[in-house]
Every structure is written in structure tokens, then in C-alpha cells.
Nanobody
């Protein structure tokens, strides 16, 4: 069973940067897609970034050019580098994984809070 634990969330000023980390624990051979999602109070969950294999990445329109997703297989970790942060980036950020047999993301972390003040 795979477990995801996020860290790195904090309160920052607009224009600042943060790097979120997600440690992947457990049997990971069936995990083939991972991503970052966020949810702000009163809003629907939003896809932030996705990574599959060694080279496919995709970003939500609101973060393109500012955020970068990466993974370190040796450390079983997923990262999200966030630059030029805006107040509208304030949300709970979740790491998620999709196993090869699943039709959607089926493993979720508890989340890490990012708060951006103006």
C-alpha cells in the first residue's frame, strides 16, 4: 500500500517562492502518474501539475510559467517548486498518485497549507 506525506507549506509574501515535497512510502511499482492538486476554502479542487514517466509534465493554466513539478525516484519523492506566488495560490496542496489499474487518482496525501499574503 502506498502512502503520501506532503511537507513544505508555509505562509509567504506575494512574489515569494516555496518548494513542496511529497514522500512516497510503500510499494510503488504500480504508480505511474503523480500530481499536485490544491483546494481553497469554498472552491473546487484544482489540478496544479502532473508528471508521468520521466518526461511528461502538464500544468494548470493558472500556474504555467511559475510552478515546476519534478520527481526524484531515488528518494521516492515528488516536488513542486512554486515561484512568483500570488494570493490566489493560497490553498491546501495535496500530492496524489494514480496506479496503473486505476481510472483516476486513487491515493492522496493529507495536504500541506500554502498561504500567500499581499
Amino acid at each position: 500500500q502506498v502512502h503520501l506525506v506532503e511537507s513544505g507549506g508555509a505562509s509567504v509574501q506575494a512574489g515569494g517562492s516555496l518548494k513542496l515535497s511529497c514522500v512516497v512510502a510503500g510499494v510503488t511499482r504500480d504508480v505511474h502518474i503523480m500530481g499536485w492538486f490544491r483546494q481553497a476554502p469554498g472552491k473546487e479542487r484544482e489540478g496544479v501539475a502532473v508528471i508521468a514517466g520521466d518526461s511528461y509534465v502538464e500544468y494548470g493554466d493558472s500556474v504555467k510559467g511559475r510552478f515546476a513539478i519534478s520527481r526524484d525516484n531515488a528518494r521516492n519523492s515528488l516536488y513542486l517548486q512554486m515561484n512568483s506566488l500570488k494570493p490566489e495560490d493560497t490553498a491546501m496542496y495535496h500530492c496524489a498518485a494514480r496506479e496503473v489499474w486505476a481510472s483516476t487518482y486513487n491515493i492522496w496525501g493529507q495536504g500541506t497549507q500554502v498561504t500567500v499574503s499581499s
